[in-house]
């Protein structure tokens, strides 16, 4: 992230920096921003499965998962997704959901084993998931930001420390 007062504040040629300023000021809204449509995908989806997990459950064998599989990722979608979007345990929940991405990208988006008139959904599936992957990734390294329950739970500097 970059910092007003870091020393390398500039992320390129001053004429490619303008936008540092913004990123700067703006830095934890825009982080806010990013958790929460991040999150949303992922709490909304495991949010609609949730309801009936007897039938994705069914759904999984086919996509060369077992049952039981259904009864982990889909509390792990809907929880973790509501972790990002508030901030809790950000770093952690974004490595978990990164596994699971991984997963449903090559067990429920494998476009190279669909017939042709569905392969460019899928094709299309597989590559969002990729671009997520990259979100996730940037997120365990952002953390939560200022505006997170992350940041609320932090050690707080101690009185006695900053005279040290």
């Given at each position: 992230?970059?910092?007003?007062?870091?020393?390398?504040?500039?992320?390129?040629?001053?004429?490619?920096?303008?936008?540092?300023?913004?990123?700067?000021?703006?830095?934890?809204?825009?982080?806010?921003?990013?958790?929460?449509?991040?999150?949303?995908?992922?709490?909304?989806?495991?949010?609609?499965?949730?309801?009936?997990?007897?039938?994705?459950?069914?759904?999984?064998?086919?996509?060369?998962?077992?049952?039981?599989?259904?009864?982990?990722?889909?509390?792990?979608?809907?929880?973790?997704?509501?972790?990002l979007i508030v901030g809790f345990a950000t770093?952690?929940?974004?490595?978990?959901?990164?596994?699971?991405?991984?997963v449903a990208s090559f067990s429920s988006h494998?476009?190279?084993?669909?017939?042709?008139?569905?392969?460019?959904?899928?094709?299309?599936?597989?590559?969002?998931?990729?671009?997520?992957?990259?979100?996730?990734?940037?997120?365990?390294?952002?953390?939560?930001?200022?505006?997170?329950?992350?940041?609320?739970?932090?050690?707080?500097?101690?009185?006695?420390?900053?005279?040290?």
């Amino acid at each position: 992230m970059i910092f007003k007062n870091e020393p390398y504040a500039c992320s390129s040629h001053p004429y490619l920096s303008y936008a540092d300023n913004i990123a700067a000021q703006w830095q934890d809204i825009i982080l806010l921003a990013g958790r929460v449509l991040l999150g949303w995908i992922y709490m909304q989806s495991g949010f609609r499965k949730i309801w009936d997990m007897a039938a994705v459950a069914k759904t999984y064998p086919g996509r060369g998962l077992p049952e039981f599989m259904a009864y982990v990722a889909t509390p792990i979608e809907l929880f973790v997704g509501l972790f990002l979007i508030v901030g809790f345990a950000t770093r952690y929940s974004a490595i978990v959901i990164l596994v699971f991405t991984i997963v449903a990208s090559f067990s429920s988006h494998a476009y190279w084993n669909y017939p042709e008139a569905q392969k460019m959904g899928q094709l299309t599936q597989f590559w969002k998931n990729m671009s997520m992957k990259g979100g996730l990734i940037l997120l365990f390294i952002t953390a939560g930001g200022r505006y997170s329950i992350d940041f609320y739970l932090r050690p707080k500097p101690n009185s006695e420390d900053a005279d040290a």
